[in-house]
């Protein structure tokens, strides 16, 4: 079966700026929440350069899931 629309590479792509985003925040806030342990608070560059990594391989993941949730909407199943 022919694949239509747009791949997994272009979904994530597109999405790769808010899977970032929401990995950067999510980072700040676990370091926030690390305070409370008596851990030193993360910086926000620091939650940036990480947010940025992670949001590579969440992303791919989260397109992957859009993608088969097109194909299944395609196919009517």
Do not use: C
């Not at 590479?9 to 970032?20: C, H, M, Q, S, T």
């Not at 985003?21 to 305070?35: D, E, P, S």
């Not at 560059?45 to 397109?63: E, K, N, S």
């Amino acid at each position: 079966m022919k694949q239509e629309g747009w791949g997994v590479g272009r979904l994530a792509l597109v999405l790769y700026p808010f899977g970032a985003g929401a990995a950067v925040i999510n980072l700040f806030m676990l370091g926030l929440f690390g305070t409370w342990l008596g851990l030193p608070a993360m910086q926000p560059l620091t939650a940036l350069w990480l947010g940025a990594i992670l949001g590579l391989p969440l992303t791919w993941w989260f397109a992957r899931h859009i993608r088969g949730l097109m194909d299944k909407a395609d196919t009517g199943s």
